[in-house]
C-alpha cells in the first residue's frame, strides 16, 4: 500500500557517495560536500508526512522506499521508531544506523546512498527532471 508520494529533483553535484545516510532536502542547490543528497526541491520533509505514515513510523513498522525515474527504479527499506519527531521542516534522512534527530525519517535502512542503483543517480544527477520517491508498507 502507498502511503506517501514525494518528488524531488536532480543537480549537477549530487554524488550519493555516502556509506550511512539517504537525504532528500527541499534547497533548491547542493554543493558536492552533500554527498548523502539524493534529491533536491522536494515537495515534503519529515513535518510535511501525512499523519498515517507518522503513525506507521512512530509504531516502528518496517517501510519500503521506491526510487523511480524514467524506466530506472531502485528499492530500499527500513524502519520507525516511536522516538522519531519528524518535525525538520527542509529534509529528510534515511539511516544505516540507529541514530536519531528531527531529521531522520527511518532508521535501520537496508542501503545507503552509495548503494544505490547507480545508472539511476547519473540519470538523476543528469537530468533536472522531477523523480518519484514512495512509502510503501507492504503489511496492510
Given at each position: 500500500?502507498?502511503?506517501?508520494?514525494?518528488?524531488?529533483?536532480?543537480?549537477?553535484?549530487?554524488?550519493?557517495?555516502?556509506?550511512?545516510?539517504?537525504?532528500?532536502?527541499?534547497?533548491?542547490?547542493?554543493?558536492?560536500?552533500?554527498?548523502?543528497?539524493?534529491?533536491?526541491?522536494?515537495?515534503?520533509?519529515?513535518?510535511?508526512?501525512?499523519?498515517?505514515?507518522?503513525?506507521?513510523?512512530?509504531?516502528?513498522?518496517?517501510?519500503?522506499?521506491?526510487?523511480?525515474?524514467?524506466?530506472?527504479?531502485?528499492?530500499?527499506?527500513?524502519?520507525?521508531?516511536?522516538?522519531?519527531?519528524?518535525?525538520?521542516?527542509?529534509e529528510m534522512v534515511f539511516r544505516k544506523?540507529?541514530?536519531?534527530?528531527?531529521?531522520?525519517?527511518?532508521?535501520?535502512?537496508?542501503?545507503?546512498?552509495?548503494?544505490?542503483?547507480?545508472?539511476?543517480?547519473?540519470?538523476?544527477?543528469?537530468?533536472?527532471?522531477?523523480?518519484?520517491?514512495?512509502?510503501?508498507?507492504?503489511?496492510?
Amino acid at each position: 500500500m502507498i502511503l506517501e508520494e514525494i518528488f524531488a529533483y536532480g543537480h549537477k553535484n549530487i554524488s550519493c557517495i555516502h556509506s550511512s545516510t539517504i537525504e532528500l532536502t527541499k534547497d533548491h542547490s547542493v554543493t558536492k560536500r552533500g554527498s548523502c543528497i539524493l534529491g533536491i526541491k522536494a515537495t515534503k520533509a519529515c513535518s510535511d508526512l501525512n499523519e498515517k505514515t507518522k503513525k506507521r513510523i512512530r509504531d516502528g513498522k518496517k517501510l519500503t522506499i521506491v526510487i523511480k525515474l524514467e524506466n530506472q527504479i531502485d528499492t530500499f527499506y527500513g524502519y520507525g521508531h516511536s522516538c522519531l519527531k519528524l518535525l525538520n521542516t527542509n529534509e529528510m534522512v534515511f539511516r544505516k544506523s540507529d541514530y536519531i534527530c528531527d531529521r531522520t525519517v527511518l532508521i535501520l535502512c537496508s542501503k545507503a546512498s552509495n548503494e544505490l542503483n547507480r545508472p539511476l543517480i547519473e540519470k538523476i544527477k543528469g537530468s533536472k527532471k522531477k523523480f518519484l520517491v514512495q512509502f510503501l508498507d507492504d503489511n496492510v
